[in-house]
Structures are given as C-alpha cells and as structure tokens.
C-alpha cells in the first residue's frame, strides 16, 4: 500500500459511483462523493483532485459542481470533467457550457462522440455511449486551445492531446463497451493520478496505459476462467484494477 492516498471528491451519476469509488481505492487513491451544497466547499478544500461527471444532471448538481470547482481552482488541485452525454440533450449541454466558462479544467475526457459535441461537431448520439469512429488532431488542439485542459476521447483507439501533442493509446478490450460505467472508472483513475502528479498530459496518459492494461488482463482471466458473462468481465476488472494500490 502506498503512504499517501490522495482524496479524490468525487460529483457524479448514480448508475457507476460504486464502481467508481471501488476502482479510485484500488489504485491507491481515496474517494468522497458529497453534492450537498452546504458541503461542498468544505470538502473540496480538504481533497487533492476533484472529479466531475454529468451522467445523471440536475441543477442541484451543477449548483454544487461549480462552488467545488471554483475553490479547486482556488486552491490550485486539478478537476477532471466526464461530459457524459452531452450530446443527448440541451440540458446537459448548457451544464457543460457553464461548467467550461467557469471553471478551468486539468482534463476533459469523453468518448468520441461526447467530445465531437465539445469541438462542435454533430455526431447524431442520443444516448450516453459513442457512435464517432474518428476525431482529427486539429479538432483536439482546438479544444485544448480553447479550454486550457488535456483532452483525451476513448474508444476503440483513445486519443489524448494537450495543445502541442497528441498520444494514441489502444483500447484494452471490446468487452468495455458492454458493461456500464467503463468510461466513468477511467476518469476517476485519472482523478487519482492527476492528485499524485499534476497537470501533465503523461499523467493522464499513465492513467489511460494502467486502466486499458488490466481490462486486457480481466479479458484474459476470463478466458482463463472459463467465464463468459458481463459480471465476471467486471469483477476480473475490479480485481485487475486493485493491483496499483496494493
Ligand atoms: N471496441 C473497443 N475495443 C477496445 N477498447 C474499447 C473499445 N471501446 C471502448 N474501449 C475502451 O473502454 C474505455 C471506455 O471508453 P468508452 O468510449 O466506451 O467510454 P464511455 O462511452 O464513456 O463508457 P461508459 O458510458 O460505459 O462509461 C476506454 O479505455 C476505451 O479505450
Ligand atoms: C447509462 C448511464 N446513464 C447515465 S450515466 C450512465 C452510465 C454510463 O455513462
């Protein structure tokens, strides 16, 4: 087990924070999940990364979401923001555009589609998962121009760029994509990693080796295994994703 294991405040859906919170303990971080207005600040203040996703909005949320982003900013900790969907309603929308025009983001990660939505691109999604095969580096560069954050979009290939470079990393397994919240686990490990090591684009890119490494590995055990169902696949991935904090 590693001495120091940074508290991540986490603001997020419903449908992961489990997994979520279980993946930030098993790379060594520690995590809190507090939305409560009257909390937040407090909390914040006491973390060393902060960690918003928009999976399930409200404005109660967002409300939050920005007094704890506004005092990450103050006090100098890097806040990850998980777009979730952004492209499948104009609520979600208008929270990621508040969001961005007032707080400053270390890292925006989504999925091909979720970022298209954020480069300006329409990529028709209705829902939360991504229907984007390819995103240009032009489009990221602009992103990061624009935001000042590392941008890094997931699918079968992830591509992370800051505004001078930009670094493609596989995927670890297709089985990824038919379990919920695999994209929301990564953002948390980048929460973790970003609260060890601030602000560099191979900090995220650490973090982006690490998670898609052991969904390799959890594809193999299950092989291994015998296993062929959607929970093992996520068991062997809670399990091959514990290694770090050990
Ligand atoms: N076809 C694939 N092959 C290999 N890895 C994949 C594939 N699709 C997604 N992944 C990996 O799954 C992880 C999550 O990416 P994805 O784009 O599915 O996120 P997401 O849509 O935000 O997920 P979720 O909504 O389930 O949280 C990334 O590490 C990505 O590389
Ligand atoms: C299915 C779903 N709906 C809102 S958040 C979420 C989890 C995957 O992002």
């Known amino acids: 087990m590693k001495n120091i294991r940074p508290l991540v405040h ?8 489990n997994n979520v919170v279980n993946v930030i303990l098993g790379a060594g971080g520690r995590a809190i999940c507090a939305t409560a207005v009257e ?3 407090e909390i914040t ?7 918003l996703n928009i999976g399930v909005p409200s404005k109660e949320k967002l409300k939050a979401m920005l007094i704890a982003g506004k005092r990450a900013n103050e006090i100098g900790i890097p806040v990850v923001l998980d777009p979730v969907g952004v492209g499948a309603s104009a609520f979600r929308h208008s929270i990621v555009n508040e969001l961005l025009e007032k707080v400053s983001f270390t890292c925006i990660k989504g999925n091909k589609s979720e970022i298209a939505k954020l480069c300006g691109i329409n990529s028709n999604a209705v829902g939360v998962d991504s229907n984007v095969t390819e995103l240009c580096h032009k489009d990221l560069k602009l992103l990061s121009d624009k935001t000042g954050a590392i941008i890094a979009a997931t699918g079968e290939v992830n591509i992370i760029s800051d505004q001078n470079t930009i670094t493609k990393i596989p995927g670890g397994s297709k089985l990824l994509d038919i379990i919920t919240g695999s994209g929301c686990m990564l953002t948390g490990i980048i929460g973790v990693f970003l609260a060890e090591e601030n602000n560099y684009k191979e900090t995220v890119v650490s ?3 690490y998670f898609n490494t052991a969904a390799k590995q959890a594809e193999l055990d299950l092989i291994a295994k015998g296993q062929n169902g959607t929970g093992s696949y996520l068991i062997n991935l809670l399990d091959r994703l514990s290694e770090r904090g050990k």
Request: proline content about 0%; aromatic content about 10%.
């Open 39 to 41: 909390e937040v600040f």
């Open 207 to 209: 973090a982006f080796s």
């Open 10 to 17: 986490l603001i997020s859906n419903e449908v992961t924070l």
């Open 45 to 51: 203040s006491n973390s060393k990364a902060l960690v």
